[in-house]
């Protein structure tokens, strides 16, 4: 406890404490007109009591906290383990929207499933105020796990033919397509053109996230043992860690890659451009997305540079790689995540299964 002496001269009493969320220091007072023992007692019992109030009232499950409130404070926790500049600026962007649509002043005591439910507009926004709710339940902040009462969208499984006739979502593509993209991008002519289209070939053959193969070095490439070390990503121009520890890895890769390589230096040779990244933009820096989607878009593509991505992963099941040598290739946690959502089935395996059964006889 600390004592000060006003110039009124009465004295103020003052005592820290650890704001348990926040981790950070801050204080109460208390002014008496005297200073003696028996006064410093009276003193550190109301500022103990003033503490125990703040605590009580601030973190108590039937505390009027408001849903914005709340989000704060869960933003506050998760700036200590999220990726600061690229996870936590999406997750910010997530909980800000679900802030809205929730209400900012709605009481979280107030909150119950057929509100939430209500007022959530995708799948997204249910998986963002689920992790916000989970999180303000496991610290006591509420009483009831409202995270388990959330719902997602229950969507129809598709089957093999509607997976098959359905082109216009699909999410990976034929051999065929990508000769098509590829050659599209070649016969522009152009330095961004052709840079894509070699940094999209080698996605497709390893497998790897967008931001892990624009932060390759000539020097990740080993030529001799025919590996390539994946170790890094770039993020808006610059180099940080890879996404998640599973992705940091030393894959094996056949001759294509190599002469890809090749083909990229010999570029850049060509447009004078000197740079320590292996595949990059004219001006010698990481190769960035938009420039990417651009592209694409104005060739008549998608987009989207993931689906090159999950391509690789159709193309090795197709091939009757082991599923387990995909999913290392790919960086997951599990084959779950490799079966439910990169490994599609192509038309060709389906070709397979329909001649497989045109000359069985079983009776």
């Known amino acids: 406890m600390n004592?000060?002496?006003?110039?009124?001269?009465?004295?103020?009493?003052?005592?820290?404490?650890?704001?348990?969320?926040?981790d950070k220091w801050k204080s109460v007072t208390v002014t008496y007109e005297k200073n003696n023992r028996h006064i410093e007692k009276l003193a550190q019992k109301e500022l103990n009591s003033k503490i125990d109030n703040i605590l009580n009232k601030r973190y108590s499950p039937t505390t009027q906290l408001t849903f914005s409130q709340l989000a704060d404070l869960y933003l506050t926790s998760a700036k200590e383990y999220l990726k600061i500049d690229s996870t936590y600026l999406v997750r910010c962007k997530?909980?800000?929207?679900?802030?809205?649509?929730?209400?900012?002043?709605?009481?979280?005591?107030?909150?119950?499933?057929?509100?939430?439910?209500?007022?959530?507009?995708?799948?997204?926004?249910?998986?963002?105020?689920?992790?916000?709710?989970?999180?303000?339940?496991?610290?006591?902040?509420?009483?009831?796990?409202?995270?388990?009462f959330i719902k997602r969208d229950v969507k129809k499984r598709k089957t093999l033919d509607e997976i098959i006739s359905?082109?216009?979502?699909?999410?990976?593509?034929?051999?065929?397509?990508?000769?098509?993209?590829?050659?599209?991008?070649?016969?522009?002519?152009?330095?961004?053109?052709?840079?894509l289209r070699l940094i999209l070939e080698t996605q497709t053959l390893l497998g790897k996230r967008w931001?892990?193969?624009?932060?390759?070095?000539?020097?990740?490439?080993?030529?001799?043992?025919?590996?390539?070390?994946?170790?890094?990503?770039?993020?808006?121009?610059?180099?940080?860690?890879?996404?998640?520890?599973?992705?940091?890895?030393?894959?094996?890769?056949?001759?294509?890659v190599i002469q890809i390589k090749k083909e990229a230096q010999f570029l850049k040779r060509i447009y004078g451009v000197s740079s320590d990244f292996l595949f990059c933009n004219q001006n010698g820096n990481p190769y960035l997305l938009p420039t990417a989607r651009y592209i694409l878009s104005k060739n008549n593509f998608s987009p989207k540079t993931h689906l090159f991505r999950k391509?690789?992963?159709?193309?090795?099941?197709?091939?009757?790689?082991?599923?387990?040598?995909?999913?290392?290739?790919?960086?997951?946690?599990?084959?779950?995540?490799?079966?439910?959502?990169?490994?599609?089935?192509?038309?060709?395996?389906?070709?397979?299964?329909q001649d497989y059964f045109k000359t069985l006889d079983i009776l």
């Open 3 to 22: 004592i000060e002496k006003l110039k009124n001269g009465k004295y103020k009493y003052r005592e820290k404490y650890k704001d348990p969320l926040t």
């Open 311 to 353: 391509t690789c992963a159709s193309l090795l099941a197709e091939q009757g790689v082991p599923l387990n040598y995909i999913q290392a290739r790919l960086g997951h946690q599990d084959d779950k995540t490799t079966l439910n959502i990169y490994i599609k089935v192509t038309s060709k395996m389906k070709q397979q299964e």
């Open 166 to 195: 359905d082109q216009d979502n699909k999410d990976y593509y034929e051999r065929e397509e990508l000769t098509g993209i590829f050659n599209t991008l070649s016969n522009n002519k152009d330095f961004n053109s052709q840079m």
């Open 94 to 148: 997530l909980v800000g929207k679900v802030v809205r649509l929730i209400g900012e002043n709605t009481l979280v005591s107030n909150l119950t499933p057929t509100y939430i439910n209500c007022r959530m507009e995708n799948d997204s926004n249910k998986t963002t105020i689920k992790i916000i709710l989970r999180w303000a339940y496991e610290n006591e902040l509420i009483e009831k796990d409202l995270a388990r």
């Open 211 to 256: 931001s892990e193969i624009t932060a390759l070095s000539d020097d990740d490439i080993d030529d001799d043992r025919q590996i390539v070390h994946i170790y890094k990503r770039s993020f808006n121009g610059s180099i940080n860690t890879p996404k998640t520890e599973k992705t940091i890895d030393d894959l094996g890769i056949n001759r294509r």
